[in-house]
């Protein structure tokens, strides 16, 4: 049986969705996978499918860590004429979809739209719910519904599909501390992931310096259960939280109070492998602080704390002024770089090797 499914994540990570779930399906002894980067030209969007048993991509795509949602695409059409709202209430009717088939299912529909029309998400989402109870009726409700149906419209094109997911695969369990801003999981998986490939192997020391929460720490630990993680953070309450929550997700790890740019003194003791870090974008460090400044002693105080054949992976904001820190401290070296879109900001991924 041949599956194919579209999966969601951040703008700029499609690829490693396609990436982590081929080799997810080589290993299950799944066949014929293909992928597909921004189906429909919608970014942020990854293709796949494969042939295996029925349910068998399912159920790897719904253990992925690059991703965020899943759907099982139902249809997709162009939409004509002057009626484009009747249009889609009108091809939803159509649609034979087994998950709303059992009697009593609650379903719910969101839509997300792109481009220029003459309606709204709102408009769409009230119109393909009522195409549903034109087929059969079935109760609408938007917090506890058993089905949730996708109607996204992109420029003329309007696709359907049944998600899968009912939260974010980024979000991975309950955490005892939470703070209001904390970095996706799927982000800091990413960040791991470019750090290290499967190719180079596991690190041995890995090193967070702008910790937080511990997200970065926690992805680490449950991709790599060997290695050692250490963190660092200036807020005396994340630092505690972040020792919470790996304690709770049953991973050891050394986390101190302290200065990410005084890591060299944080951390004499240490020396580490592999860095990853979601340094501030700015409102944290205060008005004055020059961000040019911020990188430049950042990149000195690691330079003092990492073994030789380091390679650092950093979420930067301040693109322009991360180059110029990074041209007067020469010690490393950018390998790869890419933009994606975080809540609406567009940070670039910088993976350095230490090359002095």
Known sequence: MRTRLEITTNRGLEDLVIEELRRLAVAAGLTDFAGEHRPHGLPGWAAVAAEGPPGALEALALGLRSALHVVRPIHAFTLEGDDPLGQIQAEVAALDIPELAPEGVRFRVTSR??????????????????????RAWRAVSLKDFDVELRVDVRDARCLVGVQLTREPLARRGERPYLPHMALQANVAWALLHLARPEPAGPPRELLDPFCGSGTILLEAAARWPTVHVAGGDTSEA??????????????????????????????????????????????????????????????????????????????????????????????????????IELGGLHPAILVLDRVA
């Open 113 to 134: 739209r792109t481009g220029q029309h003459p309606f709204t998400s709102e408009d769409v989402q009230r119109v393909a719910g009522a195409g549903v109870r034109d």
């Open 238 to 339: 994340s630092v505690a939280g972040a020792r919470a929550n790996l304690a709770a997700a049953g991973h050891a790890g050394e986390i101190r109070v302290g200065d990410a740019r005084e890591a060299d003194r944080l951390w004499a003791d240490r020396r580490f492998d592999t860095v990853v870090s979601n340094p501030p974008f700015g409102k944290r460090i205060g008005p004055n602080m020059s961000f040019t400044q911020l990188f430049g002693e950042l990149l000195r105080a690691l330079t003092a704390v990492t073994t030789p054949d380091a390679r650092v992976a950093l979420l930067v904001y301040k693109r322009g002024a991360f180059n110029q820190a990074l041209r007067e401290h020469p010690a490393f070296a950018v390998r790869h770089a890419r933009v």
